[in-house]
């Protein structure tokens, strides 16, 4: 990682944690199994627990490999495994791409501009995101940091507004129709944490005690997401389930006194964390172009990046996004864990052979 | 060179996304804005009564020029509430702007044909406004929201502010668009909306409220009569402040009591195989008004007697308001069986299912707390 600039670990735990609120903030119970509304309560508690599973072969990257990013482990092993890591991830990336993109388009085009064409708000949006992510890594941490003190206090604001309409009455019994569904709505949510690859390639580039961090990150997620989840059950009741973005619906009620239209800072919040989330994962993208391919054209990485997820999402109308969004949840979650948890779990696994091997070659000589 | 290029990539921000307005027929004097929408059913779908604002009026109200009332009324009709709506353009050349909108009416006859197939839009259209009041006319919705109230009257402001009045009155019941989709999407609480009536009055129509209705599914099967209306405020706990009358036949007195402050508990338990409900209203009340042929000091014997007839009519009022829905309607408009199910789920599951079944015999006891706080300024009555 020799040459590239180093951020704070609480700035990157800031980026991350406001990437995987966004995808809090995108959570509807339309189209998905119907699940009792307290059963999501627990739900986050587990999904906490499998995601600190899944972050196994980070933690042990962190441990084994200190200051190399996965493809450095790859790299290890053989510079051909590091290539296809590489590629590997950068598909991912763009993937992970799209579908916050598509996320973007179907928030806009629904809430914001139901009556006009969302295209243009797509191609400025991503042209934002662009040029952001050619400012590098600390630009980017910088933004989110304080995009990430916004959003609290806009979800501050909201909740407390919020408090007079809350009725416990709405809530349904924990666990009616077993554990089940709780595990189900779990791996859901821990499948939405696409953030530990982004770990997977950034935490070497974060100064400080990353162990700290992310407990912290864990904790603030699954108290963000007990609290939301719980104004949106106790104030809708069972309308939150008719909704495509209950936690706007939650937005639009949350009124007191003479001020109203939280709904229009939470749009504001909303946009700004998805352009954060879209540039951070193109500088992801272009930085691990640069390990496939040539360091010099980083930013035309970034250029070219940008270029499909836009010629995808406005001439394709989301047709891979449709088809994942519309995927169950098995499909999801094994794409999910092929790609987080298996691919960076062998390369570790093969880099600490290798290592091993080296010492008992060396031991022998 | 790079500053000038940030700077041109600004303005091209600002010029193409500050210039929303702009868009042809998106602009103000293009767009019906609707204040209430009325939905009748008919034999071919539906018919929707928009009532809007007369731009030209309300942007120049001072102007001289005979520019007519201040809202306009539209009746359109389609196959859907969507296909009506946007019918308006035909007739008007302009696109209906729902998002100002602040009255959803319905009419007697469709709410006792289901409403579900005309909630879907109010639901689905990002537009609409969650916490827009949902009501029902006596007659038509057309006839409710076409009324005319007065010269430069907005009906729709008028019954917003009636609806309002579940502030101060226990008789009135204002439900948004959000609270009633979520009763009536539950198995359990039947959804309940008022029922406005429009009378007219000389030239003019007056309208107030007139009962509430509950929805048994998605229609509209009885109607509660006012003590029941105050009976389902304190059992939803949504009462805040109201007036209520008890008679003392010692002091010969009616006295006329100020709800300050209530707040209702609910338990349910399982006794002897039988559910039971336990309410506890606690009240706190000022004498508004003691109405006696013959004179009498309001003395704490007086006081302690009002207290308790109080405390007793509370009881009755609730208790006769639960027979009535439970026995002769097989209705729980209360929601005691959603807070049955979330106590014991267990015992909901294995002998319940059905909670409509249940209710006959389903037990409620009212346990009333009223204290009086202020006599106001006579120490006697006049």
């Not at chain 2, 209906?96 to 009255?103: C, E, G, K, T």
Request: net charge neutral.
């Amino acid at each position: 990682m020799k040459g590239s600039a180093k951020i704070g670990v609480w700035q990157l735990c800031c980026v991350l944690l406001l990437s995987r609120l966004l995808s809090t903030l995108t959570f509807s119970p339309v189209g998905a199994e119907r699940i009792n509304s307290s059963d999501y309560f627990p739900s986050v508690i587990f999904a906490a627990m499998m995601i600190l599973l899944f972050s196994v072969p980070l933690i042990l990257q962190k441990h084994y490999f200190p200051g190399k990013d996965i493809a450095d482990v790859a790299y290890t092993v053989s510079p051909l495994l590091s290539k296809a890591t590489g590629i590997s991830y950068v598909l991912c990336f763009s993937f992970f791409t799209l579908v916050a993109v598509a996320r973007l388009e179907m928030f806009v085009g629904t809430i914001v501009f139901p009556d006009s064409d969302s295209a243009l708000f797509i191609i400025l949006c991503i042209a934002a995101a662009c040029y952001a992510a050619t400012l590098g890594l600390e630009a980017i941490g910088r933004v989110g940091t304080i995009s990430l003190v916004l959003f609290t206090g806009a979800f501050a604001f909201i909740m407390m507004a919020m408090a007079d309409k809350v009725e416990t009455v709405n809530l349904s019994p924990v666990f009616y129709d077993g554990v089940e569904p709780s595990l189900t709505a779990a791996l859901d949510a821990a499948t939405r944490t696409v953030e530990l690859a982004f770990a997977a390639v950034l935490l070497p580039r974060a100064n400080g005690k990353a162990g700290r961090a992310f407990a912290v990150c864990l904790l603030a997620f699954t108290c963000f997401a007990e609290l939301i989840l719980f104004f949106v059950f106790a104030g809708l009741g069972d309308f939150a389930q008719t909704q495509m973005f209950p936690v706007h619906a939650v937005a639009v009620l949350s009124e007191f006194s003479v001020f109203r239209r939280f709904d229009v800072l939470l749009t504001g919040v909303w946009i700004l964390s998805a352009f954060i989330k879209i540039s951070l994962l193109l500088y992801l993208q272009s930085e691990m172009l640069q390990k496939v391919f040539s360091r010099k054209w980083n930013k035309l990485y970034v250029l070219l990046a940008g270029l499909l997820i836009l010629v995808i999402q406005v001439f394709l109308a989301g047709t891979v996004t449709d088809y994942y969004f519309t995927a169950g949840l098995a499909a999801r979650a094994g794409l999910y864990i092929a790609f987080v948890v298996l691919v960076p779990s062998m390369v570790i696994a093969a880099a600490l052979i290798k290592r091993k091997r080296g010492h008992q070659h060396a031991q022998s000589e | 060179m790079r500053k000038v290029s940030k700077m041109l990539f600004l303005v091209l921000l600002i010029v193409l996304l500050l210039s929303g307005c702009s868009t042809p027929g998106l602009e103000l004097k293009n767009r019906l804005i609707v204040q209430a929408i009325g939905i009748d059913e008919t034999q071919d779908g539906v018919r929707v009564t928009l009532q809007t604002l007369n731009t030209e009026m309300a942007g120049n109200p001072n102007s001289g020029a005979d520019l007519g009332e201040v809202t306009r009324c539209l009746t359109v009709e389609g196959a859907t509430v969507s296909e009506a709506i946007s019918n308006a353009a035909k007739s008007e050349g302009k696109q209906p702007l729902i998002s100002q909108n602040r009255l959803i009416v319905f009419g007697r006859e469709t709410a006792k044909s289901g409403l579900y197939t005309h909630l879907d839009y109010f639901v689905r259209n990002a537009s609409t406004r969650l916490t827009v009041p949902v009501a029902v006319s006596d007659t038509t919705a057309e006839e409710l929201v076409s009324a005319s109230l007065g010269e430069n009257v907005l009906t729709a402001d008028s019954i917003t502010d009636i609806l309002d009045g579940a502030r101060y009155n226990t008789n009135i019941v204002s439900q948004a668009l959000y609270e009633f989709v979520n009763q009536l999407s539950s198995e359990l609480t039947d959804a309940f909306i008022p029922v406005l009536r429009m009378e007219e009055a000389g030239e003019e129509n007056k309208i107030s409220m007139y009962s509430v209705g509950v929805f048994q599914d998605d229609r509209m099967t009885y109607e509660l009569s006012a003590d029941d209306v105050t009976a389902l405020m304190l059992l939803t706990d949504k009462a805040q402040s109201g007036y209520f009358s008890v008679d003392n036949e010692a002091y010969s007195a009616q006295t006329v009591l100020r709800i300050k402050k209530t707040g209702t508990k609910i338990q349910s338990k399982v006794q002897n195989g039988k559910i039971l409900f336990n309410v506890q209203v606690k009240m706190t009340v000022d004498i508004l008004e003691t109405r006696s042929d013959t004179p009498f000091s309001l003395d704490k014997a007086y006081l302690l007697q009002t207290e308790a007839l109080a405390q007793q009519r509370i009881s009755e009022m609730i208790e006769a308001a639960v027979r009535r829905c439970f026995l002769e309607q097989n209705s729980d408009p209360f929601g005691f069986g959603q807070r049955f199910w979330k106590k014991y789920p267990a015992q909901f599951k294995s002998d319940v299912v059905h909670w409509r079944n249940a209710l006959p015999t389903v037990e409620v006891k009212t346990q009333a707390d009223v204290s009086v706080e202020r006599v106001g300024n006579g120490v006697e009555n006049l």
